[in-house]
Structure formats: C-alpha cells, structure tokens
C-alpha cells in the first residue's frame, strides 16, 4: 500500500505545471504519429520510392535534424524555451498536410524538408522538460511521462486497419490528416508553457558556444554523446525498412498490434526500471536496455510472426530501460545552464550518425535484408560494450 502512495504522490509532482501541458499534448502527438510512423516505408514505397530512395529520404531526414539541433539547442537557451516550442511546433503541423496530399515521393522530400525545419524545437522541448522534472525524480518522471503514449498502443493497429480497408495511399493520407489536426491543437496548448529560463540579452552565449561546451564536460557525459550516436545511428538505419521485411510474411493490422505492444511494454516498465534508476545506478539500465535492443534486431531477422512479437517484446523492455535512464543521466551528467546546448549537440552527433548509416542502408537492404538487421544488431553491441566501460566504469572510478 505504501508503494501505491509513493507512486501517486510522485505522479502528483510530476504532472504538474509545464509537464501537465506537454503529456496531454503528447497524448494527442503520440496517437497521431503512431497511426504513420510505422507504416512510412511501404507508403512512400507506393508513393514510387525505391529502397535506394528510401535510404535517401532516411540519410536527408537524419541530416537536416543533426545540421538543426545546434542552432535549436542555442535558440533554447536564448531566446527561451517557451517560444520556441509554440512556433516550430505550428509549423511541424502544417507541414503534416503535404504527407497527406503528396501525388509522389517527389512532394515526400519537401515535406521531410519542412517538417525537419521544425524539429528545431526539439532541443527546447527537451530542455524545459528535464528543467522542470524534480531533481530526484529525473529518470521516474520520465518514465511517468511515457504514459501519454498509451494512444499509441493501438494507434499502429487503427492505422495498419486504415490501410487494409483503404489502401496504403488512401489510409495514411486519412491518418495523416488526423495527425495535421492534432499537431495544431497541441501547439495552441502548448502556449500554456512557462518559461523556465531568465534570458538576459546582455549576457547571451555566442552561437558557436555551442561547439565549446564539449570541453568543458566530464569523460561521462562525453561518453553518453558517442554511444548515444552508436545507438541512433543503428535504429535509424532499419527504421523505413522494419515494415517492408514484415510486410513479406504478415498483414498491415498483425504488424501494427506488434508495433502496438512496444509501446505498450514501454509505458509500463519504465516506470517501475524509471524508480529504479533514481534508487540505483542509472548507467546499469542503461546499458542492459541497448543490449536487448541487439537481441532484438537479431531475432528479427527470421520471417515468422513469432519472431515478430519477440522483436516487440524486446525492443518494448529495451527502450523501458534505456530511455529513462538516459534522461536521469543527462540530468545527472549535465548543469541547468549548460543543458540547452548540450542536448543540440548529443542530437547533432546522434543524428549526424544516422544520416551516414541511413544512406547506406538502402544499398545493404538491396542486397540482403538480413545483412542490415544483422550490422545493425552488432552497432547496438557496440555502444552497450563502450558504455560499460566509459559510463559504468568511469563510475566506480569516480566513486
């Protein structure tokens, strides 16, 4: 019974103030996205994109996300997080509409284009968020903020529904629609949003800055920023392909409940792993959760819907561990002020890495598909070992 009371109060201080604003626009966000994310692979294929295109379109997204998170990273932490968030927000919305009405793969690029322009926003978004997380509930109040992708739990399955009924054009241009209106409601919400820094104009950091925090870091938070590239730049490389493999041996609505039970797995477990971390070493959660997203990957690689549903299981309890704890480490690893531009750069690097696995994935997935889930399962090994040794290590030394 105490456990049940600890954990109310603690969803109490959580959901509170900015954090309320952003879960209940998360839940509009998350069950938006859910319904296309998953399916973008097979409708940009019958959009008319090939698989070389579609590792472009992959390497052009990662791209223009890492060339934009360090302008977005100082824009955080000079002009406010506030103002930031609402405007590229409003414009990540309307940019859902050129998904929605795209006559080819052609119109697909621009949409990436501008929707990528918006994602600007995003080192803001994280800022204002571990800001106002209690400093003691950093990786638990992550982990209760997962709770707004519950939409998304059944959000891949009413999408992969959609297709079967309407056709992979006609279902996700009906669900990127959706996804346009719920996009505009969240940014009117988000105007609620306090600020959560002091800016002073005279006293504001030099855009390139950004560049220097690096040496000012410790070997740990230097340490997250490169397995963190490992790890993005493995997940992003299999990301459009994912569904074209499962799309070989199951239907639209068996993938999307598969796709549904990682979300569904990760709201639930990051919670109680969330608790544990604050308890505990956050850097154990850490790197047990990337090794099970490997496992995943390599299970995955066999045509059956059994293996389907253990890459779910997995990757579900892999970012359950893994993305918390993240959250707790940075928060751990990383003072207020120099938060902003810390997290444009781990974004710039982890996305710049994906942009290059991106551009080649294409080009490996053409050639065997097994052969890019298999490289991208040994990258994900690699960053568990290297944060063992730089993140867990480093630890006890220091202690």
């Known amino acids: 019974m105490g456990y049940w009371r600890s954990l109310l109060e603690d969803f109490r201080l959580v959901l509170s103030g900015n954090i309320g604003v952003l879960f209940l626009t998360w839940i509009l966000l998350n069950f938006g996205h859910g319904m296309v994310n998953r399916f973008n692979g097979v409708y940009f294929s019958a959009l008319g994109a090939s698989d070389i295109i579609l590792g472009f379109m992959g390497s052009l997204t990662f791209g223009m996300m890492a060339l934009l998170q360090i302008p977005g990273g100082y824009l955080a932490d000079v002009f406010g997080r506030r103002r930031v968030i609402v405007i590229f927000t409003t414009l990540m919305a309307f940019s859902m509409l050129i998904f929605a009405f795209a006559p080819s793969w052609e119109y697909i690029v621009i949409g990436l284009i501008i929707s990528n322009v918006a994602l600007l926003y995003q080192p803001a978004l994280f800022s204002i968020m571990i800001d106002s997380l209690p400093a003691t509930r950093r990786a638990e109040g992550y982990a209760i903020t997962n709770l707004s992708m519950l939409p998304g739990v059944i959000a891949p399955t009413i999408g992969g529904a959609l297709i079967l009924y309407y056709g992979t054009v006609g279902g996700m241009r009906i669900g990127y629609f959706v996804l346009f209106i719920l996009s505009l409601v969240s940014a009117i919400l988000r105007l609620r949003l306090r600020e959560t820094v002091r800016i002073e104009k005279h006293n504001r950091p030099g855009f390139f800055e950004s560049f220097k925090i ?150 490996i997935y053409k050639i065997n598909p097994n052969l890019l889930f298999l490289f991208s399962s040994s990258i994900y090994a690699l960053a568990a070992i290297l944060a063992f040794f730089i993140l867990f290590k480093q630890n006890d030394l220091e202690n």
């Open 214 to 363: 690096i040496g000012e870091l410790s070997n740990r938070a230097k340490g997250l920023i490169l397995t963190n590239m490992l790890i993005s730049g493995a997940g992003g490389m299999v990301g459009y392909f994912v569904v074209k493999y499962a799309y070989t041996y199951t239907t639209s609505v068996l993938y999307g409940i598969a796709m549904g039970l990682i979300t569904l797995l990760l709201v639930f477990l990051s919670i109680p792993f969330g608790r544990k971390a604050d308890a505990g070493r956050k850097e154990k959660y850490y790197v047990f959760g990337v090794l099970l997203l490997s496992a995943s990957l390599a299970i995955f690689t066999i045509p059956s819907v059994f293996a389907l549903f253990s890459y779910s299981v997995l990757t579900g309890m892999g970012m359950a561990l893994m993305q918390p704890a993240t959250q707790g480490l940075i928060g751990d690893y990383v003072s207020g002020e120099h938060r902003g531009r810390y997290t444009g750069v781990y974004l710039f690097l982890s996305y710049l890495s994906a942009m290059f696995l991106s551009g080649v994935a294409g080009y």
